[in-house]
């Protein structure tokens, strides 16, 4: 098993440039979360899934959009990028749907937006 | 709204010495917490939840509701034990609210 992987692993982006990140699992887990990490805040939820087909917002889902077409991807996009968007973006999935067990993370992907 | 407080950004222990990260939390809803640990180079990754009420690695934490902590503690300090740790609540809508971090250092 790969667990969860996520592509590409860094990227640098111009403002205003639109790109997506993709995170697969192989674990047939129903949960899946997009989080992005900054300098001394911790990870923030961007957006989640709880299964093929659905998404819902998270803490910060402003600037970003998600599709969860199969189950085992979950893509985050961004449309315009600016540079506020400069993070390292984790993905993490989970299988139960009490949310209690434990979230498996992908690598992370850095980008920078100049 | 919901509130994670992780006091120390950096924490230095020496090896051998006792260690305790502190947690505390804010939330209207029972929490559910959890601790995340991240080692140099790997992902980050479940070390132990409350409800578990396991000892992970020699690390416990007892969910203190009085208190409003859930702090992560182990007697004797490892060099592996160096890491970022991230304790967590489980809010609504099963989502993770993560705090900021505390980076442990183990002194050999």
């Known amino acids: 098993n790969a667990g969860v992987t996520q592509t590409p692993k860094f990227r640098v982006l111009k403002t205003g440039q639109s790109m997506t990140l993709l995170c697969a699992q192989d674990?047939?887990?129903?949960?899946m979360y997009w989080y992005r990490q900054d300098p001394g805040m911790g990870l923030r939820l961007i957006h989640y899934?709880?299964?093929?087909?659905?998404?819902a917002k998270g803490e910060v889902p402003d600037g970003y959009n998600v599709s969860r077409l199969k189950k085992q991807n979950f893509l985050l996009g961004l449309e315009s990028a600016a540079p506020s968007q400069t993070s390292v973006y984790f993905c993490?999935?989970?299988?139960?749907?009490?949310?209690?067990?434990?979230?498996?993370f992908g690598p992370g992907t850095r980008l920078t937006v100049t | 709204a919901q509130r994670v407080t992780q006091p120390e950004k950096l924490l230095s222990v020496f090896k051998g010495a006792p260690v305790e990260l502190k947690c505390n939390y804010s939330y209207s809803g029972s929490p559910e917490l959890f601790w995340y640990v991240q080692y140099s180079r790997q992902r980050l990754q479940l070390l132990l939840r409350h409800i578990s009420r396991e000892s992970i690695k020699g690390f416990t934490a007892d969910l203190n509701k009085g208190e409003t902590s859930f702090h992560l503690k182990k007697p004797f300090a490892q060099e592996e034990d160096s890491a970022m740790y991230y304790c967590a609540l489980l809010t609504g809508a099963n989502n993770l609210f993560f705090g900021t971090g505390t980076r442990l250092t183990v002194i050999p």
């Open positions: 899934s709880v299964g093929e087909g659905t998404t």
């Open positions: 993490a999935s989970s299988y139960s749907t009490t949310g209690v067990d434990e979230q498996y």
């Open positions: 674990m047939n887990h129903e949960y």
